[in-house]
């Protein structure tokens, strides 16, 4: 597994994909460095196009009787810039006859990349299977009738190969925007790359798009992760005895954080949880403590859920009561059953981070052992991103700009902080719309 990520390191590093095999170049490779080469080329021709523009509307200017407003020879020029300067991505007025235009960076695209009078913003997601990821789609899709953008959906299915496929596949078609939910980390440099020579804007959302020192490579919005996993820990430790199941003992007790060690967001989050519990409860033991990683046994959340926290449950009988966090909504629905099917139901508390799953287990009469989840919607990351990729499609700012009120000493880039707050099956209601 880390032979897999260190690739996938080097691959953004080095530029050489971590699924090519003894020096053999990939279709994905080989249409990414064509793609590259062709778009420079073009860049180039563009610039020239649009010099023997300028050159032409001086000479016309000079010779003309006409006045300053909009002769004629001015406004064929007008068009003519507007139509090269566009995929090259120029934040100044088409209009504006300037050598910045034709040199602007890539991060300041104008509106309506392929120029068939539409924004298309293409959603490249890690998952589609992940009920998070459907409800990241789905506020997607309900804020573009609100804004007047359609959106085009890629589905990578977990593989960072094909995301980098679809990316070029998204580029040629045209698309305005990337919405990015990165298939994994270590590709973000390659996608962050591939973006930049496109000339088109692209905005994280939930999973960091860092390079391999830590510099965020596009605007972010992201988990306070460790800080929701601290709140999932801060609402055992101030409940538990409300719930009936006794921690009294700290000896017998055991906690069980069900993650994902190939994603950053997700190990942040139980680091918090369990750095939280052990402050607060420090009397349990370490080796009580138990780091369920659902990406040891399926690539389905649920399932992987499900797999690992009955092999825990099973494999530790002594453990007489159970603190369990699931740091996604999926993975806890996958430990819920396995704690149901393992008999574990009276002496477990079951807390998760999102409420996307514990939401309709609650709406369909289950209380125990799901007492809690921190919660914060879909739309609390859409809405940011969007209104920061539109901003860039339109002119109306660069990428530098977009969360630029928190941007780390350093940095580019600026990430939005998505907090949540603990709620529970008896208060869900007041907070779910």
């Not at 080469?37 to 010779?63: N, Q």
């Not at 992760?225 to 999932?232: D, K, L, S, W």
């Not at 199941?245 to 994603?263: F, I, Y």
Request: overall charge negative; glycine content about 10%.
């Amino acid at each position: 597994m880390k032979k897999r990520i260190d690739e996938c390191i080097n691959f953004g590093k080095l530029n050489i994909h971590p699924y090519r095999q003894s020096g053999v170049e990939t279709f994905a490779e080989t249409n990414y460095l064509q793609n590259k080469e062709e778009k420079s080329m073009k860049r180039r021709l563009m610039a020239v196009l649009l010099g023997m523009a300028m050159t032409m509307g001086l000479a016309a200017c000079g010779s003309s009787s006409q006045t300053a407003d909009t002769p004629a020879s001015s406004k064929a020029e007008e068009s003519q810039a507007g139509e090269t300067s566009a995929p090259a991505s120029s934040s100044a007025p088409a209009s504006s006859g300037t050598e910045e235009s034709a040199a602007s960076a890539a991060s300041s695209a104008v509106a309506d990349n392929n120029g068939d009078g539409e924004i298309v913003i293409a959603l490249m997601m890690k998952s589609m299977a992940s009920e998070w990821n459907q409800s990241i789609e789905e506020s997607l899709l309900e804020l573009g009738k609100e804004k007047g953008y359609s959106l085009l959906t890629f589905d990578a299915d977990g593989d960072s190969a094909t995301q980098l496929d679809q990316l070029n596949d998204a580029i040629n078609q045209g698309v305005d925007a990337i919405f990015m939910h990165i298939a994994d980390e270590g590709i973000a440099e390659a996608a962050a790359e591939v973006v930049a020579e496109a000339g088109i804007p692209m905005v994280g959302e939930s999973l960091p798009v860092k390079d391999g020192d830590g510099n965020w490579l596009c605007p972010c919005a992201v988990l306070n992760a460790a800080g929701c996993g601290t709140v999932a820990a801060d609402w055992v430790v101030d409940n538990w005895e409300s719930t009936g199941v006794d921690l009294s003992d700290p000896s017998k007790v055991g906690v069980a954080l069900v993650t994902n060690s190939l994603t950053e967001n997700a190990v942040l989050r139980h680091e918090g949880a369990k750095a939280e519990l052990q402050a607060k409860m420090p009397d349990i033991p370490e080796e009580n403590y138990f780091i369920v990683d659902i990406s040891a046994g399926s690539n389905d959340y649920v399932e992987g859920g499900y797999n690992e926290t009955s092999a825990v449950l099973t494999a530790h009988q002594d453990i007489k009561a159970w603190v369990v966090i699931g740091v996604q909504d999926d993975y806890a629905l996958g430990a819920c059953r396995a704690i149901e099917e393992n008999g574990n139901t009276d002496n477990t508390i079951l807390v998760s981070l999102g409420g996307e799953q514990a939401i309709p287990e609650w709406d369909g009469g289950t209380t125990k052992p799901w007492y809690a989840t921190v919660y914060y919607t879909a739309a609390d990351f859409v809405a940011p991103c969007v209104d920061g990729l539109l901003s860039v499609v339109n002119g109306e700012g660069t990428l530098e700009q977009v969360f630029s009120g928190n941007i780390d000493q350093g940095q580019t880039y600026g990430t939005e902080l998505i907090s949540g707050h603990a709620i529970t099956y008896e208060d869900y209601k007041e907070y779910v719309k």
